[in-house]
């Protein structure tokens, strides 16, 4: 993706220049297939925070409430964004979503569907989406966290971020939880804890 790439560097060098921002991790992303990258989600920088944490190009899923701001849409569009309806099930986006994936591609999900500032997360808000992601194309889930630190937790300037990507967790470990067939809201649950441990560990200054 052109566009995503042209923005990705302008926003990569922002992140360097303005939040110092800093990647831990690298060797656990994937190099090539379909994968389903996950992260926290406290703040507007969070997309270009695992943008600049991953060198593969990343499809986002985002509401499609920010399509009514023209400059959302022009990233949208630049970006390759696929929207989603929040609050109902939004089937035509889920399929497009199989059907990045499918193609050997990186999708980008904020588990907790929205916004959740000042607040670390908490692995019960993972929404069961990303879980039925995994149950229909069965790749690897990516777990990320983002960490803005204990006492002011979203980006200010001059401040680190840091960035961690986890180990990915496969499909044979998060299909069968204590023996059972993992539903999709059990594995969504069980790979977004992941991400707040990591977070927990993480999340220091």
């Known amino acids: 993706m052109l566009g995503y790439r042209i923005v990705r560097g302008i926003a990569l060098a922002y992140a360097k220049l303005f939040y110092r921002i800093e990647v831990l991790g690298k060797e656990n992303e994937p190099k090539e297939d379909g994968c389903i990258a ?6 507007f920088f969070d997309p270009l925070a695992v943008a600049a944490a991953l060198k593969r190009d990343v ?3 985002a509401k499609s409430d920010l399509e009514k701001f023209a400059p959302m849409r022009w ?11 929040r609050g109902e099930s939004d089937m035509a986006a889920l399929r497009k979503s199989f059907d990045i ?9 904020f588990p907790q569907g ?12 993972a929404q069961a989406g990303i879980g039925l992601m995994a149950i229909k194309t069965k790749v690897p889930i990516l777990p990320i966290s983002i960490c803005y630190g204990k006492k002011n937790q979203k980006p200010t300037l001059f401040r680190k971020v840091k960035v961690i990507i986890g180990k990915p967790i496969y499909y044979e470990e998060y299909s069968v ?3 059972e067939k993992a539903g999709s809201h059990e594995i969504s649950k069980t790979a977004f804890k992941q991400v707040c441990e990591n977070f927990t560990a993480h999340n220091h200054g």
Not at 114 to 125: N, V, Y
Request: net charge neutral; hydrophobic share 40%; charged share 15%.
């Open 38 to 43: 996950i992260a926290n989600h406290s703040s």
């Open 177 to 179: 939880i204590d023996g």
């Open 114 to 125: 929205t916004r959740i500032p000042c607040s670390a997360p908490d692995f019960e808000t």
């Open 75 to 85: 990233l949208f569009k630049m970006c390759n964004v696929t929207p989603v309806r």
């Open 101 to 109: 994936i499918n193609g050997g591609n990186v999708m980008g999900v």
């Open 59 to 61: 499809y986002f899923m």
